[in-house]
């Protein structure tokens, strides 16, 4: 039972009637099919993910064509070769899966006459209703303006991956930006090497492209993964200090007071990545099972 001040921006009440279903009509709104693919319309979003992949795929030319193919060792093009495009494949469906995953979307206009009659709510309970999209509500979500949904524990919404953070794709998101850093770390490291090389051998063949264009090349390339790096490396440690105290970006920026059950960091970890842990937690192919580590919870 909760009887802490409420915000005025949510419409709250006890009862079906003074929440308005009839405002809600014509319900119910129609249902994404199970399998069907989460994908937010949005131009911005779409060109700002396009960028990132465009982004990443010229990275990948850089490193291979102008860097590795050329470079005297053999052993050491095919070890940083594979490590690289390996990295860049998981950088890239990390961000495949946090864009095409639901974040946690709550059916839209839910909040019907009969939904709210059959919650069976007891007196003094309180339920919110999102006044733009007709939901009920839960707990910690919060609505947004560019998915017109209202998403589950929605931490913010991000234009590079077209879709917002939230309950279900943080995990593909945390991945996301830790591979982007690790790649541009990486691709910084072979440009510095590989200006060495260049400037101990002759210009002409420490590349297959004109000492000109290499140069251009290489210094796109490092000003591109200094950038990205800066960026992913924070937005990586900021993701995970908000999984380990279980405060949401939003939840930080409105200072809102935690009503929720407080556990510990690593069972945090383990609600946004998956229980138990495993090598699993760094593949953006497994699905984290929430309601596992849930279950986990009450049973230690
Ligand atoms: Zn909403
Ligand atoms: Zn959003």
Redesign the pocket.
Known sequence: MKSSPVPRSRDIERQAGYLQPEHCAPPPPRLRPPGEMWFVRDGCGVACGLITWLLVLYAEFVVVFVMLLPARSVAYSLVNGALFNTLAFLALASHFRAMCTDPGA?P?GNATKEFIESLQLKPGQVVYK??????I?PER????SVC???IRKMDHHCPWVNNCVGENNQKYFVLFTMYIALISFHALFMAALHFVFCFEEDWSKCSTFSPPSTVILLILLCFEGLLFLIFTAVMFGTQVHSICTDETGIEQLKKEEKTWVKKSRWMNMKMVFGHPFSIAWLSPFTTPDHGKADAYQYVV
């Open positions: 709550v839209k999102c006044p733009k999209c007709c939901s509500k979500a919060h609505h947004c017109k949904r209202c």
